[in-house]
């Protein structure tokens, strides 16, 4: 698993959000965004990240940060998510973890011992040309934003 670092380009996405629409990262230039990769919808830990980024908008749109997050979870799915917490913001579905292994947030974990592939909990903080300003692989789903508001 390849890790990015500060100043790297971020790597191209263009996946499908809960509502079926197409989200490109290049959507987003000209503003700031927060990419957060979770390893399932509506599981205790990522309940918390999504709930914790969704309370946050208001003050991330006001230093003018735009959120996503990705899991590898169907649409429908990420549409239950949205809808049962009110997020608001894009959920995108990268099935096949080619944008997660990109961003270096897909890769080995231990679950009772035993190693399996999946999603490594992870964030970046893009600038308004595309390139990385900050990153945290490994964050605990209460710290996204708080580390997102360090920086800033």
């Known amino acids: 698993m390849a ?4 100043g790297d380009p971020a790597p191209r996405f263009q996946l499908p959000d809960q509502n079926g629409a197409t989200v490109a990262l290049q959507d987003f230039r000209g ?3 927060l ?9 205790s830990g990522c309940t918390k990240q999504a709930c914790t980024v969704r309370d946050a ?7 003018g940060i735009a959120a996503v997050g990705i899991s590898p979870d169907k649409q429908d799915k990420q549409k239950k998510f949205d809808q049962k917490y009110g997020l608001g ?33 992870s964030a970046f903080l893009i600038s308004e040309e595309g390139s990385i300003i900050d990153l ?4 605990a789903p209460a710290d996204t934003v708080l580390n997102v508001r360090k920086v800033l």
Do not use: C, N
């Open 3 to 6: 890790k990015l670092k500060k």
């Open 57 to 63: 908008m208001p003050d991330l749109k006001s230093l």
């Open 136 to 139: 945290w692989y490994k964050v």
């Open 31 to 33: 503003a700031k965004l």
């Open 89 to 121: 913001f894009p959920l995108l579905s990268d099935q096949d973890h080619s944008v997660a292994q990109a961003y270096g947030a897909w890769g080995e974990k231990k679950m009772y011992g035993k190693p399996y592939q999946g999603i490594i909990r």
């Open 35 to 43: 990419v957060y990769f979770y390893p399932k919808a509506d599981t």
